[in-house]
């Protein structure tokens, strides 16, 4: 299984290449598999140094609450990682 998590485009260069930042982690990604146009400030979905699909902002920031919420229980004790689908399963329907 692959888990994309929401990345926001900080920068776009001359070669359709782009800065993204992915929970405080920067990295380049291409831009050449998306077919409309992406702007700075954007988030996207990355996959092997791709960006896959542009996502809304506020479908993307309520994916990255989920994300860090599961980070800071996992950090916690509060679940495990082995737990499955972490308790969260109820959240996503």
Request: aromatic share 4%; with cysteine.
């Amino acid at each position: 299984m692959c888990l994309s998590i929401p990345s926001r485009v900080v920068e776009i260069d001359e070669n359709n290449n782009a800065t993204v930042e992915t929970l405080g982690v920067l990295r380049k990604v291409s831009l050449d598999l998306i077919d409309e146009e992406v702007h700075e400030g954007e988030y996207v979905l990355i996959h092997v140094g791709f960006a896959m699909s542009k996502i809304d902002e506020k479908e993307a920031k309520e994916s990255l609450a989920i994300y860090e919420e599961i980070a800071s229980k996992m950090q916690d004790g509060t679940i495990d990682e082995s737990e499955g689908d972490m308790g969260f399963a109820d959240r996503l329907n």
